[in-house]
């Protein structure tokens, strides 16, 4: 049986069309180039730079979950911490120890890449890298001075997995960052 060969659509034309702080939105014109066709067509994507996802763990195995209201599903989640990589960012990892400390007042002793993905390649570009922060401790009490307001709170490891089963944790992006300490857990030391 053949595989119908596709082909990378050409990129005619990009024009921003929104600036949404945290992200801009673009109209891009592309034409197929397949064979059999030559039409073009416009897709809207989301511009953002990397994000960053935190498993902060403490030496008793508990994990470091933050809860907090999100506007999207406008209710509240239970997450782990995480957020955007900036400009002036040296790299995801530095992000990560920002966010970390930012988000709850915790630190890690040890940090380890887990891995990266796309959060939804149809429309972004950017990657999510995902890291587990080992033997995390507090060391001071974040002060939220935007818009995030945040509830920190220590779970089980092992209950993670109860927890995305009943719809307790929701968001796709954690689940993925569990997804890969599961994936790397043989080479750890939990």
């Not at 082909?7 to 059999?36: G, M, N």
């Not at 220590?154 to 009943?166: A, E, F, G, K, S």
């Amino acid at each position: 049986m053949e595989s119908h060969v596709i082909k990378p659509w050409l990129k005619v034309t990009s024009e921003q069309i929104a600036d949404c702080r945290v992200f801009t939105v673009h109209k891009k014109l592309s034409r197929k180039t397949t064979a059999d066709s030559d039409r073009t067509h416009d897709f809207y994507v989301f511009d953002s730079g990397d994000w960053v996802n935190i498993i902060p763990l403490t030496a008793n195995r508990e994990v470091l979950m933050i809860e907090q209201f999100r506007h999207g599903t406008e209710g509240f989640t239970l997450e782990i911490p995480g957020g955007s990589v900036d400009l002036d960012d040296p790299s995801p990892r530095y992000a990560a120890e920002r966010e970390l400390l930012e988000e709850t007042g915790y630190i890690a002793e040890k940090w380890i890449p887990l891995g990266q993905s796309h959060p939804n390649p149809a429309i972004q570009g950017n990657l999510c890298h995902t890291f587990l922060a080992l033997n995390v401790r507090q060391i001071e009490i974040p002060e939220f001075a935007g818009t995030e307001e945040i509830a920190v709170r220590l779970l089980p490891l092992d209950d993670v997995p109860d927890l995305i089963r009943q719809g307790t944790i929701t968001h796709a992006l954690v689940m993925v960052a569990f997804y890969w300490l599961q994936l790397n857990e043989d080479s750890i030391r939990l």
